[in-house]
C-alpha cells in the first residue's frame, strides 16, 4: 500500500512554483486539483508527492518560504490530514 502525500496551496501559481522548486531538488510532483472535500476555500491546487518523498517535500517548502495550507497523507485515497 502506497500513501501519497497532497500539499494544498491557495492558488495554482504557487503550486507551480512548488512543482519546479521541488524537481529542482530531485522531488516529482504532480500538480492536482484538490479534492472538493479537502478545499476550504472554493478552489484550490495540491501537489501530490510520493510517500517517501513527503517528509523532505514539506522542509524544501518551508526552507524556501513557499507558502501552503495543509498537508494530507493519502491512505487508501482517503484523507488523513497530517500536521508537521
Known sequence: ???DWL???RSITFAQRGERL???MGITA???RTPKALAER???Y???IRENDGADAVEILRKYQ???LKIYILEND???EQIL
Open 1 to 3: 500500500m502506497r500513501n
Open 7 to 9: 500539499i494544498t496551496f
Open 22 to 24: 521541488l524537481g529542482r
Open 30 to 32: 504532480a500538480i492536482q
Open 42 to 44: 472554493g478552489c484550490s
Open 46 to 48: 495540491s501537489l501530490r
Open 66 to 68: 513557499l507558502p501552503f
Open 78 to 80: 482517503d484523507a488523513q
